[in-house]
């Protein structure tokens, strides 16, 4: 049997819903678990799927770094918590309120951009 390559997790199941899924790429700081004096800085990539309802109305979506290397795949998953949002072009990913639920509390997603089609 085939180990699922990571993306392969986050396909759609075919059902009632719309699916939308965006990779976006960015530049910076990253964390490679090693002690240094000076930054490292390399290229990540995070996945934004969001499911809807025919009229465009976001009932759940979900943002993960890829270059994550922890499994399973829950420390940096963030989750949709805001309500009554429509998805649209130039959607402002902060209206979506991504947070993650840990154990010492709730972390809120603070990255930027917005949602192109």
């Not at 180990?3 to 396909?11: G, I, K, M, S």
């Not at 790429?25 to 025919?54: F, H, M, N, R, W």
């Not at 989750?79 to 509390?105: C, H, Q, T, W």
Request: glycine fraction near 8%.
């Amino acid at each position: 049997t085939k180990t699922p390559e990571r993306e392969d997790y986050f396909e759609p199941i075919p059902g009632k819903y719309h699916y939308y899924k965006f990779i976006s790429t960015s530049t910076g700081e990253v964390y490679t678990g090693e002690p240094t004096d000076e930054p490292e800085y390399g290229v990540g990539q995070e996945i934004l799927i969001i499911k809807t309802d025919a009229n465009q109305h976001i009932l759940d979506a979900y943002s993960y770094p890829l270059g994550m290397a922890e499994l399973p795949l829950s420390h940096s998953l963030f989750k949709y918590s805001a309500k009554n949002v429509i998805l649209r072009d130039n959607l402002d990913i902060g209206e979506l309120k991504l947070i993650v639920r840990l154990p010492i509390g709730d972390m809120k997603c603070d990255w930027g951009g917005k949602i192109k089609f």
